[in-house]
């Protein structure tokens, strides 16, 4: 070998070092703009923002897409995966441009992609840096009155004080801690005791601070599902007692859609869920006016939804429109339609059977526990979960080459 083609492998070691860690800096990157995004009034506060997110997430996007070309050259040049990888991207724009939405690409294309050529632990560590530099920019920023929510939260009932740190909600505050501590156990390969006392403080300081008792019990469901899942993995399950779980865990996930949709067309079990905490009832009721109002479509109702959100808040010159549809198995086929929901839909079960078969229980888990969190609340389909659905999608360490087909 000479030197001319020494020098051109140490260019090309150089250029593949420096790209395959600039993608972890990115994926960060851009979950810090997804959280501004979702949880603050960025938007209304600082109007040039919107623009600068929109060119931001555009690159980023393309550059994500970029990355998997290259690595698929490098690695498999499968025909399938370029097909499937092109179909995805197709499929993507057109939900984009008719159904007015993004979530597909952003919550699904990392996972079933990019995370074949990254690693676990380098990618959740990018994960929890960003939930953390995203936390204190946003301290910050409240401190400074630039994001300063000049709305005082008050618990009906007992009238404690609520804080958001400029957040647009408590309980999105509560939520970010949720994750954190979720995205936390995922990169841990064994839960330890401190991991438990960690999440007891998290619990804690959910209910204290931002006075958010569904975060609270979700941290409580975390730290009990880790208990659970340690406890199955020390069974040892055989082939047939782990398809047995796998079905228990579907009837469970099917259970809580039917029982959603059945309270909310029947209005069943009113009283005991009026008397519950957390305007729980409010959730199915606002949902069955939604259907009533928009129904379901393949495309979703987008504009028609937002135009009358909008043209209702100027008339009546109020905050927010009444018609909140804070139940996920509505909202999503509302707004986004029917196409979006069924890819979500699964999505999240090929996760679950991915999750079981993989041995991966305390994975599993969580899966039942975020389709019970999105009863009540819209969050478990934001672009933020993205890092959640990643986690079943990376390859083994000792596997260097991508498989001829998708996992």
Known sequence: MDKLDKIKILKLNFFTKYFDITIYVLIGFWLILRFFEYSTNIFSQLPSYYFFQLKLTKFLSIFFVVYYLVKWLENSRSKFNFVFCLAFIFLSYYLNKYAKTQLVFDLFFIPLFLCRYLNKDKFYLSVLISICVFFVINLALNYFGVLHNPQVFVRNGTGAVRYSFGLVHPNLLGFIAFLFCVYYSLKKTKIKLFDYVLFVIFAFLCYKVPNSITSSCLLVLL????????????????????????????????????????????????????????????????????????????????????????????????????????????????????????????????????????????YALLIVVIVIYGVSETVIFRSVMMPFFAYTFFLPKTNNREDDVIE
């Not at 029947?266 to 905490?277: D, H, I």
């Not at 909140?324 to 079960?349: E, Q, T």
Request: net charge positive; aromatic share 20%.
């Open 223 to 362: 730290f009990i599902c880790c208990f659970v899942a340690n406890f199955l993995t020390k069974m040892s399950l055989n082939n047939n007692q782990n398809k047995l779980l796998l079905l228990f865990l579907i009837a469970v996930v099917l259970l809580v859609l039917f029982t959603t949709y059945y309270i909310t067309f029947t209005a069943s079990f009113k009283t005991v869920l009026q008397n519950m905490p957390g305007a729980i009832w409010a959730r199915f009721e606002l949902s069955k006016v939604g259907y009533d109002m928009f129904g379901f479509s393949l495309f979703g109702k987008f504009i028609e939804y937002y135009t009358i959100a909008v043209a209702e808040m100027k008339k009546y010159n109020v905050r927010e429109w009444w018609v909140i549809l804070d139940c996920s198995y509505f909202y999503l086929p509302i707004i986004h339609g029917l196409i979006v929901y069924a890819i979500y839909l699964g999505m999240l079960f090929a996760s679950l059977i991915r999750g079981i078969l993989k041995k991966e229980y305390f």
